[in-house]
């Protein structure tokens, strides 16, 4: 065992606060990673609110990047010392691995939400493997599936790379396939919306609008790339309808509430798709006989519908030159309680914590 400190969720409803655990030795391919930074997600937020109590206390963070400290004997592609990102575990074998959409891994619950067993702070067990790492820790355990080395980029923004970077920039250019020239709209400019504006510029989109009630993430959005900027209501659709000239080729939507998805749906041009990447309300009412008579789909997105081996290596490439400005989501943040409080008050697009050692 290999003693740290975690943030824990410890009660229902209460934010993450230090405790000493013990984490076991690697075994089979997993991997012990040193955390130098791990970004605080909406997704850390809203699990930390519904957590069954039964599964307390509880390590989340899902954003992980450091160094490689140990290996299990079946470890495979990784050496002691190497710089990684830490994102979304997955099996390797099933039908969707195997066809490179790990995201829809047949045993995606059991690896990223159901825990890790032998972790524990004294006679106590803890909650660990969330999302296949948590990461909220100086020690986290992931495996071989979900580390992925990211050369000298560094760790502040290697860490969002592995959830909500991926997310927003492979919706777009993975799921969406979008093509130089198309128009898309995003809804909702946090950072995954930020990525998939970034992402659009990638893709050589022609018109890019961006939709956020925030005055100041509007401004944010145009200098990532956004050719628009339209304050989210009721008139959204209309104004992304007259930006792009006849509505979006593609739409996405990052907030997963109801009226906001049928804005989405009618800021669509016909033959267009809605990719629904948020986290939010379970369902909600959409207009289907204009979905069928303008032949719109409406698709989910889990993280960018990536293989996190080779499309996180693209992202930081491309962050290392320049092209993904990801250093303009990114505020750092030595206290832990600063990091969550900027997430749940949207005072810093993507809080990047950095544990002490």
Not at 109 to 117: A, K
Not at 234 to 246: C, D, F, K, N, R
């Amino acid at each position: 065992m290999t003693g740290t400190v975690a943030r824990v969720v410890a009660a229902p409803g209460e934010a993450p606060s230090p405790l000493e655990i013990q984490i076991p030795v690697p075994t089979g391919n997993q991997v012990l990673v040193r955390i130098h930074a791990v970004g605080v997600c909406h997704t850390d937020l809203t699990l930390a609110a519904q957590w069954p109590e039964q599964g307390l206390p509880v390590i989340l963070g899902h954003e992980g990047a450091g160094v490689v400290e140990a290996l299990g004997p079946d470890a495979r592609g990784l050496a002691v010392g190497d710089r990684v990102s830490l994102t979304f575990d997955s099996c390797g074998v099933c039908e969707f691995c195997a066809a490179g959409t790990p995201g829809y891994c047949e045993q995606s619950i059991t690896r990223n939400y159901l825990g890790l067993p032998g972790i524990r702070s004294g006679e106590t067990a803890v909650t660990g493997g969330f999302f296949g790492q948590s990461s909220f820790a100086g020690l986290a355990l992931a495996t071989d599936r979900n580390t992925v080395p990211i050369g000298d980029l560094p760790f502040e923004l290697a860490a969002p790379l592995g959830c909500s970077i991926q997310t927003g920039v492979g919706t777009v250019t993975r799921a969406l396939q979008v093509q130089p020239g198309e128009s898309v709209v995003v809804f909702g400019t946090g950072a995954v919306g930020l990525a998939a504006v970034m992402g659009a510029k990638l893709a050589g989109a022609g018109t890019i609008v961006a939709v956020d009630p925030r005055a100041d993430r509007r401004a944010l959005a145009l200098e990532l790339g956004a050719t628009h900027a339209v304050e989210a209501g009721p008139q959204a659709a209309q104004q992304v309808i007259e930006a792009t000239g006849g509505g979006a080729h593609a739409a996405v939507d990052t907030t997963a509430r109801a009226d906001v998805l049928s804005q989405a749906i009618l800021a669509l041009r016909p033959r267009g798709t809605l990719a629904v990447v948020g986290l939010g309300a379970p369902s909600a009412d959409l207009p289907v006989m204009l979905i069928m008579a303008r032949g719109l789909r409406v698709i989910g997105v889990i993280e960018g519908d990536s293989e996190p081996s080779e499309f996180l290596p693209e992202l930081a490439a491309a962050a290392a030159a320049g092209r993904l400005p990801v250093e303009r989501l990114v505020t750092t943040f030595a206290d832990f309680d600063e990091a969550w409080a900027a997430a749940r008050e949207g005072t810093a697009v993507k809080p990047v914590w950095l544990p002490a050692g």
